[in-house]
């Protein structure tokens, strides 16, 4: 692959190919000739030539250099403001990635909901598993991270084991205590996301008819799954507070909303087998419930945090907390709007099943055209930042007399001023 930039190569005029005896050299001869000392020599061209050596003839920042080009190099040499450069330059990187993946994405995200809805309004026979396979993908690519995550913290381990000494008994057993709980932890996250893939799985067999069986015993993994959830709140809640607070005064709200789930899935599930004769509205009342208590205690503490102060924090406060309300308000309504037209075309209103999922298109587009735009105008907006940096400060040629920001396509006027960056920082 060709090098992001050629300019240092250019300096030392040799070719990109060129090996360490080549570089060694060809600073020597550019050295005989822009020596200031010698006739005809400039100071100037020579540090630059010189900063150029001095990249390319160490192999990792040569490497750097031919990536990602100058400023990394600069940056790596502590020179603080070329970290914008480095920033501009992921930020790029980074825009054409999500600009060329954002189709696949769009795909993958409205998948699922658009199978379901023709699906459910029988307009396709596919298996109903069928929408699931996005969700699966992601969810087998996080397992996959997981387990290497906890490979390389088990290889860690062992050599944090072999690192100390005898005397270190206290800090290794620290340390394995912290690895151990965060081995816990990731061990913990993929059987979540194995008995979320369970549960998924069947579901979909359930509703293609390939079991049969109790909506209970479906609903399994699905209470299995809230153990665990309870159970990691509940050891994270110990590590947090003292041993003398009643852990009870932390876990009751959440022990209220794992009831509330609990109950609205065992109504639910009562309803499919017919053991309940209510309708399917209905059975999400105690999930209605608790989304207007939950709506009301928001409100609550945002009014009691906001008069906390009185001075620019108590603004501060204010607007955070009604940042809380409208986040709230927000991500119940989206749910609140799903489930109850659901339930509504459950029990019976003739309506496409694309109304169901409304709220998800309208939120997931959003979502998108917002990633969308932040991709196209991010490199612009720092570009223009950069600009008006170096417009309003008040020594153009930089804090050393060299130019802020360089591009190293103008030439050895740039060069001689990036010497000067790279010098002035090693010195420092």
């Known amino acids: 692959m060709a090098p992001a930039d050629t300019a240092f190569y250019d300096l030392l005029e040799v070719s990109l190919e060129a090996t360490a005896e080549e570089l060694n050299s060809a600073y020597k001869k550019r050295a005989l000739k822009l020596h200031p000392d010698k006739p005809g020599g400039n100071a100037e061209q020579f540090k630059a ?10 192999p990792s920042k ?21 970290a914008m450069e480095v920033a501009l330059a992921f930020l790029t990187t980074a825009s054409k990635i999500v600009l060329c993946s954002l189709p696949v994405v769009s795909a993958l995200v409205f ?3 658009v199978v379901f809805s023709l699906r459910w309004d029988g307009k396709i026979t596919w298996h109903w598993a069928i929408a699931f396979i996005p969700a699966w993908t992601f969810q087998l690519v996080f397992v996959l991270f997981l387990l ?16 100390f000494e005898k005397d270190e008994e206290e800090d290794r057993a620290a340390k ?14 993929i059987c979540i996301i194995v008995m979320i893939m369970i549960q998924e ?14 909506w209970f015993l479906i609903a399994l993994p699905y209470f299995i799954l809230e153990f665990f959830y309870i159970s990691v709140r509940v050891y994270s809640t110990k590590l947090l507070i003292s041993a003398e607070t009643p852990i009870m005064v932390f876990m009751f709200p959440v022990f209220l909303w794992v009831l509330v789930r609990l109950a609205t899935v065992a109504l639910l599930a009562a309803k499919a087998d017919e053991l309940l004769e209510i309708t399917w509205l209905l059975a999400l009342t105690p999930l209605f419930v608790a989304a207007g208590v939950r709506m009301i205690w928001s409100c609550y503490l945002s009014a009691k945090e906001s008069p906390r102060t009185v001075d620019a924090d108590g603004e501060a406060s204010e607007k955070k907390g009604a940042g809380n309300v409208a986040g709230t308000f927000c991500f119940l309504t989206f749910w609140v709007v799903i489930v109850v037209l659901a339930a509504l075309k459950m029990d019976g209103r003739k309506y496409s099943a694309f109304y169901v999922f409304a709220p998800y298109f309208i939120f997931g587009t959003f979502a998108l055209c917002c990633c969308a735009c932040l991709a196209c105008c991010g490199p612009l ?14 020594n153009p040629q930089g804090t050393n007399g060299s130019t802020p920001l360089i591009n190293p396509q103008q030439g050895a006027t740039s060069y001689q001023a990036l010497q000067s960056q790279i010098d002035v920082a090693k010195m420092a």
């Open 111 to 113: 998948f699922p909901a």
């Open 381 to 394: 907006l720092m570009k223009a930042a950069m600009t008006v940096e170096q417009e309003e400060s008040p």
């Open 148 to 163: 290497w995550m906890r490979s390389l913290i088990s290889m860690l381990a062992d050599a944090v084991s072999e690192e």
């Open 62 to 82: 040569r490497q750097l250099y031919d990536r990602h080009g100058p400023a990394f190099v600069r940056f790596l040499d502590g020179d603080t403001e070329a």
């Open 49 to 58: 030539m010189k900063a150029a050596y001095d990249v390319l003839k160490d």
């Open 201 to 214: 799985a069947v579901f979909a067999m359930r509703l293609q008819g390939s079991i049969s069986g109790s």
């Open 176 to 189: 394995e205590e912290s690895q151990r709980r965060l081995r816990s932890t990731l061990s913990l996250g």
